[in-house]
């Protein structure tokens, strides 16, 4: 049967207000949407929130077809029919958007919640073909007139709305980690705008009705759509500026190709072929390298990033480290402590009198056992210093004494290699110094340990110079001597010659490390001066007269009118 008497929307669309604005609404929304929805889609097949968005695209066009079909037929049959599929096309819409909001904002619904929705929609879809979904077809106003169900369709409509405004709201209120609110305050915009431009017929025909009002609507649909869809391309996989520069260069295209249309002559033919297939190739050229360009930088991000990461991994690792050393060690201590203690005694004939042969393999044990507790102690400094644990008991010290107290401990060794060990004493009286007398003991003892060990033939001599401002030690050695490139280094942590293995020496690269920090706790510091390999090396202890210990804000080293 066909509308006769063509009224309402058959004299709508033939009449004078508005002739061409129903295929511009509805044909300009099925392009874009469609070319928006596949476009993110293609490009993330991997998102599911590319793919929902597809499937809104998707279902919005059907829509928008089967609404062009009722608005242009006047057959009342396929009035009917694409009136009627329609009414199932528009809650599934809905549906399909609540889905893609609450997964987009990482909504965790339980099975119970979809149970209900589905079987709240499942009315809709097994009335469809009754009287409840259109009663019959009106053919004096040329329209089908709607069943008890219409009011179902809107009241479920309106409940996913109103869910899907509540998930938006709960995450503008909590934001979630990895969102911004800038971001969540654009993803509602472009949702709550898209329902309403899609829902513009329904509200403005139920107040007016005003027929070409409800036809702007469309033209929102694809503009909202296009905002989510850039949200997924922008805060997801692909990057937002290949997606401009590829829109950009698409559009060139088709307006280019659109000339074709008003070509009259075939000189403006092989024009406009020549111009697009310059478009063409420079757009594939321009697209390419700014993909390039974004990959690669893509790749940096992702690169510093974990880099980051190794470096917050590292340092846990190295503060695990020091800890376990700073344990190891002083377990350590103790035993060695006692080794000594008692060795010492059985060698000075405490527990009866012990023959040469005994005597000497004694000895030995007992210059192991001291390279060993300098070592642990060596251990325990790194870790203080690295810790910023390290602590200075400042007492009035002599430099003299604290040089001879560590020739002594260490002579023997000096004895056992066959080297000499000698003292220049000071030619004036050195002043007395106030700090920390057993850290710069160790230090002096490091260096003659060192100077022993890195020594072939020869021996060790240790001097003193001063002037007005300071005090130099200087331990010098007629041993391997240093290459000048390894200088610079000698004094960082871990860090030993290429010389050394040569010679046996064992080591752990931490005492010099250890001794730069303690003399530069006492305001002084260190150095080393070598005239290359094989022609020995001399090292410096230099500490000032006068100083101020950061830690007591008070001035120390020289004891006034000493
Ligand atoms: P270790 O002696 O345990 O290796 P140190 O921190 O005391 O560690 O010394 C670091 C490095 O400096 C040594 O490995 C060695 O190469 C070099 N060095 C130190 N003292 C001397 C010296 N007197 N002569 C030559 N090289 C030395």
Same mark, same amino acid.
Request: with cysteine; hydrophobic share 45%; charged share 20%.
């Given at each position: 049967?066909f509308c006769q008497?063509?009224?309402a929307?058959f004299?709508?669309?033939f009449s ?5 604005l129903?295929y511009y609404?509805?044909?300009?929304g099925?392009?874009?949407?469609l ?5 993110v889609?293609f490009?993330? &097949?991997s998102s599911i929130?590319?793919f929902?968005i597809f499937i809104?695209?998707?279902?919005f066009?059907?829509?928008s077809i089967?609404d062009?079909?009722t608005?242009?037929?006047i057959?009342?049959r ?12 528009e809650p ?6 609540l889905y893609?909001?609450s997964?987009?904002?990482k ?15 499942l009315p809709?879809?097994f009335l469809l073909?009754?009287?409840?979904n259109?009663k ?10 709607q069943?008890?169900l219409?009011?179902y369709?809107y009241s ?5 709305s109103a869910?899907i405004i509540?998930?938006l709201v ?5 934001i979630?980690?990895g969102m911004s609110?800038?971001?969540i305050?654009i ?5 709550i705008?898209?329902i309403i431009?899609?829902?513009w017929a329904?509200i403005?025909?139920n107040? &007016? &009705? ?22 997924i391309?922008?805060?997801? =996989? ?8 590829q829109?950009?260069m698409l559009?060139?295209?088709i ?9 009259d002559?075939?000189v403006n033919?092989?024009?406009?072929g020549?111009t697009?297939?310059?478009a063409?190739?420079f757009?594939?050229?321009?697209t ?8 690669q930088k893509e790749e ?7 880099l980051v990461k190794?470096n ?9 480290k020091?800890?376990?050393?700073s344990i =190891? ?5 103790? #035993? ?8 010492s005694?059985v060698?000075?004939?405490?527990y009866?009198?012990?023959d040469?042969s005994v005597?000497n393999?004694?000895?030995?044990a007992?210059?192991?056992? @001291?390279r060993?507790i ?7 400094n790194a870790?203080?210093?690295?810790s910023g644990?390290m ?7 002599r430099? @003299?004494?604290?040089?001879s107290?560590s020739c ?7 004895e056992d ?5 000698k003292?220049?004493a000071p030619?004036? #009286?050195l ?5 920390d007398?057993i850290?710069?003991?160790e230090?002096?003892s ?8 890195? &020594?072939?033939? *020869?021996g060790?001599?240790?001097g003193f110079?001063s002037d007005?401002n300071s ?6 050695d007629?041993g391997? *001597?240093?290459p000048?490139?390894?200088i610079?280094?000698?004094?960082k942590?871990?860090s ?6 040569r010679l046996?020496?064992t080591?752990t ?5 250890v001794?730069?920090?303690?003399i530069?706790?006492?305001g002084g510091?260190?150095?080393v001066?070598s005239d290359?390999i094989g022609?020995?090396s001399?090292f410096y202890?230099?500490?000032p007269l006068k100083?101020?210990d950061p830690n007591i804000s008070t001035e120390? *080293?020289m004891?006034?009118?000493?």
């Amino acid at each position: 049967m066909f509308c006769q008497d063509a009224s309402a929307p058959f004299l709508f669309l033939f009449s004078d207000i508005a002739p061409q604005l129903l295929y511009y609404s509805h044909f300009t929304g099925i392009i874009a949407t469609l070319v928006i929805g596949s476009y993110v889609f293609f490009k993330n &097949t991997s998102s599911i929130s590319a793919f929902l968005i597809f499937i809104v695209a998707i279902l919005f066009s059907l829509w928008s077809i089967f609404d062009v079909i009722t608005w242009v037929n006047i057959d009342s049959r396929i009035i009917m029919l694409s009136w009627g599929l329609m009414n199932l096309v528009e809650p599934l819409i809905y549906l399909t958007l609540l889905y893609f909001v609450s997964h987009y904002l990482k909504e965790k619904t339980d099975y119970r919640f979809k149970f209900v929705v589905v079987i709240l929609f499942l009315p809709i879809l097994f009335l469809l073909s009754t009287t409840y979904n259109l009663k019959y077809f009106d053919l004096s106003v040329c329209e089908s007139i709607q069943g008890e169900l219409m009011k179902y369709n809107y009241s479920f409509e309106i409940l996913l709305s109103a869910l899907i405004i509540y998930f938006l709201v709960k995450n503008l209120i909590f934001i979630r980690e990895g969102m911004s609110r800038k971001h969540i305050v654009i993803f509602s915009l472009g949702v709550i705008f898209f329902i309403i431009s899609f829902s513009w017929a329904n509200i403005v025909g139920n107040i &007016t &009705t005003d027929w070409e009002i409800t036809q702007y609507g469309l033209f929102g649909a694809p503009v909202f759509m296009g905002v989510l869809a850039y949200l997924i391309v922008r805060y997801k =996989a692909f990057n937002v500026k290949v997606f401009g520069v590829q829109a950009l260069m698409l559009s060139l295209i088709i307006i280019i190709a659109s000339e074709y249309f008003f070509i009259d002559s075939l000189v403006n033919f092989i024009l406009v072929g020549i111009t697009l297939i310059l478009a063409l190739g420079f757009g594939y050229i321009l697209t390419k390298s700014v993909k390039r360009d974004i990959q690669q930088k893509e790749e940096l991000e992702v690169l510093s990033q974990q880099l980051v990461k190794a470096n917050i991994q590292l340092k846990k690792l190295d503060k695990a480290k020091s800890e376990f050393i700073s344990i =190891a060690s002083h377990q350590l201590r103790t #035993p060695l402590t006692a080794i000594k203690g008692y060795l010492s005694l059985v060698v000075e004939g405490s527990y009866g009198q012990v023959d040469d042969s005994v005597k000497n393999a004694l000895q030995k044990a007992y210059s192991a056992n @001291e390279r060993l507790i300098l070592l642990v102690e060596d251990l325990l400094n790194a870790s203080r210093i690295e810790s910023g644990r390290m602590k200075y008991d400042l007492a009035d010290a002599r430099l @003299e004494d604290l040089v001879s107290q560590s020739c002594d401990s260490l002579a023997l060794k000096a004895e056992d290699e066959g080297l000499f060990l000698k003292v220049n004493a000071p030619k004036s #009286p050195l002043p007395v110094f106030h700090v920390d007398g057993i850290k710069v003991r160790e230090v002096i003892s490091n260096f003659i340990d060192n100077a022993i060990k890195y &020594t072939e033939k *020869g021996g060790v001599e240790i001097g003193f110079e001063s002037d007005s401002n300071s005090v130099k030690i200087i331990v010098s050695d007629t041993g391997i *001597g240093i290459p000048r490139d390894e200088i610079p280094y000698l004094f960082k942590k871990f860090s030993r010659g290429k010389n050394t293995s040569r010679l046996n020496a064992t080591g752990t690269g931490l005492g010099l490390f250890v001794a730069k920090n303690i003399i530069e706790a006492h305001g002084g510091r260190v150095w080393v001066e070598s005239d290359g390999i094989g022609k020995g090396s001399r090292f410096y202890i230099q500490l000032p007269l006068k100083w101020i210990d950061p830690n007591i804000s008070t001035e120390v *080293g020289m004891k006034e009118g000493e």
